[in-house]
Each structure stands twice: as structure tokens, then as C-alpha cells.
């Protein structure tokens, strides 16, 4: 049974989160010894993948070097990159496998070490058993868009072929899907067509649902170094956020309008001739239905529905219109919505119809915001995906698939659930086991308190992760694995760039490696002969044959190669083949026909939309010092510093009309919970919204408040559009 | 290092706190953060400002300080107050107009920003100025900070005390000096000598 085995006061006590400040060895002693060698990797945290250098001194991190001849960051680092090498020597590290067991004294908080073949054996045990039972389909397996390529695609193969279930999916569900599908939709391929290095040559660079200065810190350089160039910088946002306040043109977008006012903007171009006809002719299909889907959306009726000023909105649409280079950048705040994809869909439509694609310093670009968020979704643990980026409903793709694994195509599962769907499957009790790997649900899915209830009716939960989440809580048993430091892998920027993250330490002596405890299942499951991968070498030797042929194509790529580049583009089809920065070279795409499809847009309104009783609009999102479900992040006590608790950002307009001062206690409701948290007053958010970071559990989530409404087509949650309302909160109600 | 400078930037701050975290990390005073951060004004603004010490010329903290322990090396650096001579008497925090020294209780000693000598001095750009993320804090050949839009000024007026310093402000094209009276900018016939 999946209830946490102790309170979580005791959980707490024993596993954190608790808040680590120094260094191995102290600031004034050991860790004042030089460094026995400096480690050439990369940042573990968020899609910018910055280089860096770790001082590894007895098998230990003690500190970091910046890496200043890495290309994308020039050894810039924000605050998670610079106290990231704390989390390898962290107190609350998972050290041993653990097991349920509630008789144990309290202070063990309901688990107890085990032995690794216990752990193992027994782990395998109950998902048979439960297949045996309910059918092969009610065990659903999760991995993360942390882990490298090589354990992303291990996960993939492991579910489909170890475990044998169709239900496979990851937390970059929460994450790029919305783009990845308009992506594959316009261009036939997902993945951000130009370098970052094309940034700074823009003449206007428009940044849409994209809070960068908090969420990709090192890409403020790029847009900085566009101003210095003369670059225009437009920015659409619901909140003045630290780079908006440098922007020529502010579009202050109410939550979940971003629609109308790319169509509006759309609406415009064309309105005034100004779209690009040879352009539009010579590589692009389905211009004729564009300009009917938008013509209803003149700047008025755009400005109704966004807030956004009418002429800020014909100003916006004539520069992008008619600059030589324009190119626009998105991220969750487009991509969050029941209609995300129609978002990142309409931006495409304004970058074709302009003609800014195909030619350097023009285009458009999603911001990854997982670490391996690009990568992690290529190689087959999404749940319609094989590796290479193919679909698995493809019988070409399952043939190829199945050749490199030694099997039959139809030995290959059908597509599974989503990652909510998987959640919505268990809470109705058809998928009744779980294994998960690098995934805190119960903090960054929508509707946190569902989520609990669907946790605790799990007949089986296994978690394999080496902090102990929130969610981990619900474990029958825990496989301590491995920090990224700790295991040799590649992993795909936010540009296309393919890295390589180095091994600096080993795992701590009764801890394991992913790959290992992977493969270590697989032969308990009696599926020992596709999993004989001793090294990560070996994962990637396999994957690269697996992806060989299809849209990103990883066979030239190699450890050697990446450092001798410093990272190489995919698709890199051969061992001489220099990589691809520039996906979509003179515009061609990788349909069939090579053109670039515009395809039409349409409003609906959002699933949790504002009345009398719920008026205002709750957007969530980041803050820069934290990361995800802060697994990570909340034990490091420098971050905890810079950022301590969530607060609710509300404008002084809205904060006097409930009698709300700076830093009172302020409930929010929503149609599912209620929150309390502290009041930031400030004139940087639209009086109409408010916004609270969403990294804390418990009685701080914001994914209590958030709904599970999906976009139909990439199922992602709304996360950037809630209904709720506020009230300022009494003494005795807070729980802060 | 030869030929690099020093450039604040607040208008690019993201208020990320990078430098904050990263300084702690410095050879000569670890786990003790020495950037000065503030946000300017919350309730209007997200504007923030990470600056670190401006070392001035002829630096006001070691004129005031009774016990001659604030040296300037040959580097121009103006370092933490030397040891065995500082009495933790607080004259320099309270006479440094940009608020940069800091009394640490437990050393019983003014400690500040020294642009990490330790570093600079074997070729490596100071801490913060290498992580920051956002042009906020550099450290780089005046030919490149001459691509910016801003423009650099390192004399700073504070009423009748002008001071020079090695760091350098970026300011907009045409600004000489910083100051931030108005009454350094009025015109106050035969009063005053205050403006520029």
C-alpha cells in the first residue's frame, strides 16, 4: 500500500529536505587543499547546459571551477550552477536501498535499509506478480528529463521490453511537449532550428511566455549582446519580469491569451501587406487558410481578449514585419496551456509569414527547460516515441527499432498513457504499479492533492532516485542511485547541442548507478540479454544504431567527437559528419516535400476559466535559485537563502482591494484547494493576476491550485492559467 | 590581469545573486560573501543591483581608519583590513560612501571585496565577474565594453568629495561623473561649487 509509512514530520526529520552550506571538508580546512583534478562537464540543472569544471579531491566535489572556453556560457553560471556541486556531499543523500517497513523505530521513518538483491528481487517480484494479475498494462514506468540520453533510452526500452507495458512517459511531459508537437507539425522535426549563437545578429528579437532572466539566465547574455547590436527587444509577458524592464516594446499578455495576440499580430502582417510572398511561395504549404483562421482578430478584438494596447500590438507585428532579422524565443508561458500548442503553432505562423527562417540571425527557437529536456525526448521514453525522434505508431520506425533490439515489431508495445494520463489511470485504478525515476509528481503535477490520492492507492511504488522526494514518500522501495556527476552521458542543450557529461566521482559505495540498476532489473525480470550494457559507452553504442536514420540521428556522435567540438548538432548521420547548428537551412524542412506547413490556429477559451466566484487569474511558474520540484534545489542552503518561501506576487491595485499589505498572509482558492502564502506587493505583475513559484510541497504547493486540464494534442497541464481567488488570511489560518 | 578592467552594469542585473553565491567561494575569504545586492525598490520595480567594492583612488576607508590597516597594493586593489592591526572600529563602514566594508563579528575585522587577487593575479577574471550571466559585473578589455550601448564613467560625486575610482559604471552615452544629489546638477550662483 502506498501511504507514506511515517508523518511527514518524521519523513522530514530523516530525509530532509535539510539545508547544506559548506563544502566537503569545510570552508577552512580540507576543502582548501587543491583540487586532484578539474572535471570538464556540464551544470546538472536546467536546458542551458552551461560548461563547467568540478574539483574532485578523494572521490569528492569540493568546489567548481567556471569553464570559460565552453562556447554556449564562457564559464557564466547562475546561482543552481555555482551550488550545484554541494548536492554529491549532501547529508540527505540515499546512501542504501531502502524498504517499507512500518514496524522499524520511528526515527526510521517507515523504511528500512535493504540489501540490494532484497531490493531487487523484490522489486521485480511485485510488478509480475501485478501483471500476472491485472495485465501487463497496469504497471507504468516514469523516467526524467535529467537523466542523460543514454538512461533516457535505457528507460524506454527498459519499459516497453523489461517490464513489457505500453505505459512509458516522463516529466518532460511538464515541460517542451506543446512545442515539440507544433515543432514536428510546421517543420517535421522537434528541436529548435538555430544556434544561440544566431541571438545577438536579430534586428528584433520578440520573446513571448519566456521569463529568461529567472529560467535560462545565460541566454540574458545573447539578448543583451542583440541590444548592443541595435537589436529591438519586444517581450510578452504577464509580469514586468527582470528582462522586460529593458524591452523597447512590453506587451503585458493576459494568462492564456497569448493566442489572440499572435493572431492579432498575424492579423496585422497581413492586413498591411507586409508578409513575405516569395518567401511564403517558395517554401511554405497552407498560407490560403492562415489568413482566413486569423481575420477576425483585428488589433481591437486582440486587445479585448490580451489587454494588450491595439497599437502596441500593430507596433510589435511591424517591426518583427519588417526587420531584415527577427527571431522569436518561447518557452512554458505559451507552452503551458490547454492550447499550448496552438501558441507555439501561431508563433511559427508569424516567423514564416515574415519570412524570418531559413537564414542566420532569423528564426524561431523553443527555450528547453529541462536539463536534458531535448535530448531526454528523443530516444523513446516518451510514450509515442522510439528512439531517433521516431514515432512508434510508424511500422518502418518499429522495424528498425526492433532489428537493433533482437526482436520482433511486435513485440513492441502500441503508444501509452501520457504522464498525467498514467496519474489519472492509477487514481481510477487501471494502472495499479508504478515504477519512477527522476519524476516528483505529487510536486510538479497539476492538482497535487489528486495526485496524493492517486499515489496512495498504488498497489506497488518504486522509486529509484538519490534524494528522497515527496513523492518517494509513497515507496515501497527506493533504489539509491546516481547524481549526474556520478555517471558518464550525453545530454542535448536548449540549442541542439549534443554534450557530454563526464564521470567525476563514483556513486558512494552502497549506492548505484542508473544504468546498473536498470539492467540489474531487466535480468531479474528475465530480460537479461537486451540489457548487457556495462558502461554508458555501451548504452550509447546502441542508441546510436537505434537512432541511425531518423530525424535525430546520433550515429556520428561519440564521446571523443563531442569534446574534440565542444558539442555537436544533431542530426550528425556519420563519424565525419560536423553536426547541424542550423536545422532548417534555407527554409527547408523535413516533410516529405520540404516545405514548411503553416497550420491554422483557434481560439478556445482556457479549462479553468475566471467568473464571479474565482475572478482573478493564478500563473505559476519559476524563480531563478530553484529548480522543478526543488528535489535538489530546496537542500541547498545558499539557494533556500537567495529565495526562502514562495510568495505570491500581486499588483497594488488588486492588494488594496482585498486589504493586502507586503507580506501578509493571503489565502488563495481555487476549484480544487487552497493555499496559503505570503503577499509580494509590487507593481511588476498585472492587476488582474497573480503568480507564486511552484518548487515547494505540502501546504506551499501551487499544484494544489492548478488544474488538469490538457492540451489535446501534447497533454501538457495549464499550469499558466487558474481560476481563483484571494482573501487576506487571519492569524490562526496561516500555515505558512 | 593586464589590459582588463572592471564594468558594473545594474540595468543588467537580473537579480539572480550568482556573484553572491560564487564570491563565497574566493581563496582569500571563503564562505564569507563580499558582493553588496540590493533591490532597489520591489513594490516598483524588479530592478536590482549586485556591485562589488569600486576601489577608489585615494579610498575614504583607509584615510579614516585609525589604525593604518586598509592598504592598497600595487594592483590598485584596496584590500580587507589587514589583521593584526584592525580594531573592528567601524569608521571605515560608516565613511565609505558606496557602503562596501563589512565588520565580520566573529573575525573582529573589516572585510571587503579585494577583486579577488588571488585570481586576478594568476590570470583568472574575479569570481563574480566570470559566473555572472548577465553583463551585470565584467571583466574585460575596455575595446569590449566599447560594443556596449551604455558607456563607462568611474568619477563619482557625493557633494563635495569627488571620487575616482578603479572600477568603472556603465552609464548612458555622455555622463561624465555619477552623482546623485540634485544638487549637484542646480546651479546655485556664487554659493556653491557643487556642479559639474
Redesign the interface.
Known sequence: MARPPASAEQLLERFGPHLHN?PPGG??DE??NPAEKLVKTHCCFCGQQCGIQLKVRENRVI??E?W?EFPF?E?????K???RYLQGSHPDRLLDPLLRDEKVAPDSAGFRKANWAEALQFTARRIREIQEKYGKDAVAVYGGASLTTEKSYLVGKFARLAVGTRHVDYNGRLCMVSAGVAYKLAFGVDRSPIPWSDIPKADVLFIIGSNI??CS??T??YV?RC??RGGKLIIADPR???????ADLFLPVRPGTDLALLMGMLHVILRDGLENRQFIEEHTTGFEALKESVQAWNPQAAAEKTGVPPDAIEKAAHWIAKAEHAIALHARGIEHQSKGVENCLAVINLVLATGHLGHEGSGCAMITGQGNGQGGREHGQKCDQLPGQRMLTDPAAREHVARVWGISPDELPQPGYTAEEIMEAIHRGEIKALLSMCFNPLVSLPDANYTREALDKLEFFGVIDFFLSETAHHADVVLAGSLQEEEEGLSCNTEGRVIHIQKAVDPPPNARTDTWILCELAKRLDRAKFFPFQTSREVLDELREASRGGHADYYGITYERVDEHMGLFWPCPSLDHPGTPHLLDGAKSFHPDGKCRFVTTEWRESGDPVDEQYPVYLTTGRV??QYLSGTQTRRLG??VD?YPEPLLEIH?RLAQQYGIA?GDAVTLTTRRSEVTVRA?????IRPDTVFIPYHWPGKRSANRLTHRTLDPRSKIPEFKVSACCIKKASLSEESI | MFGYEFYVDPSRCIGCQSCVEACEECETHRGVSMINFDYLDRYETANTAAYVCWHCEEPTCAMVCPADAIKVGEDGVVRSALKPRCIACSNCVLACPFGIPKIIPEYEQMMKCDMCYDRTSVGKRPMCATVCPSQALSYVKPEQIAKRREEPTNLFVFGNQHVKTRVHMMTPPGTDAVSIDVVDYMWEGHLGQFGR
Do not use: M, Y
Open positions: 559548506t570552508w577552512s576543502s582548501r568546489g567548481f567556471p570559460e556560457n564559464g557564466k553560471l547562475c546561482p550552477g555555482v551550488k532572466g529567472d539566465p545565460i540574458t547574455d543583451w541590444r548592443d514586468l519580469n527582470p528582462i522586460a524592464r529593458n531563478v535559485s545558499g539557494l537567495i497594488p507586503d509580494l506587493v509590487t507593481k511588476t
